[in-house]
């Protein structure tokens, strides 16, 4: 059974930093690209960043480029979101996904605010 389990989420002032991980289990992990959504309240869901099978690959929005980096490890089935200079437009639910399965997490909540 696929299941990717989101954490790190929380409440953080502006310019503030957040590591946010994903656990995978139920695949192979070092065999697929790992992405990162965010999803505003009232706003769908885009994507924020992903990562190829072996990390040497990433690509961000426009909106979170030089802020955040995706990062992955193979041998922990884990892909991490380090969020630094937080803004309050950063603050939705963050989720990774797998997207040669279709495979959502349950999602966690990043909230940035004085």
């Known amino acids: 059974q696929v299941q990717l389990v989101e954490s790190g989420g929380g409440l953080v002032q502006p310019g503030g930093s957040l590591r946010l991980a994903c656990a995978a289990s139920?695949?192979?992990?070092?065999?697929?690209?790992m992405h990162w959504y965010c999803q505003a309240r009232g706003k769908e869901r885009e994507l924020v960043a992903r990562?190829?099978?072996?990390?040497?690959?990433?690509d961000y929005s426009d909106s979170v480029k030089g802020r955040f980096t995706i990062s992955r490890d193979n041998a922990k089935n884990t892909v991490y979101l380090q969020m630094n200079a937080l803004r309050p437009e950063d603050s939705a639910v963050y989720y990774c996904y797998n997207p040669s399965v279709s495979a959502w997490g349950q999602g966690t909540q990043v909230i940035v605010s004085s």
């Open positions: 990562i190829d099978k072996s990390g040497g690959v990433r």
């Open positions: 139920g695949f192979t992990f070092r065999y697929y690209v």
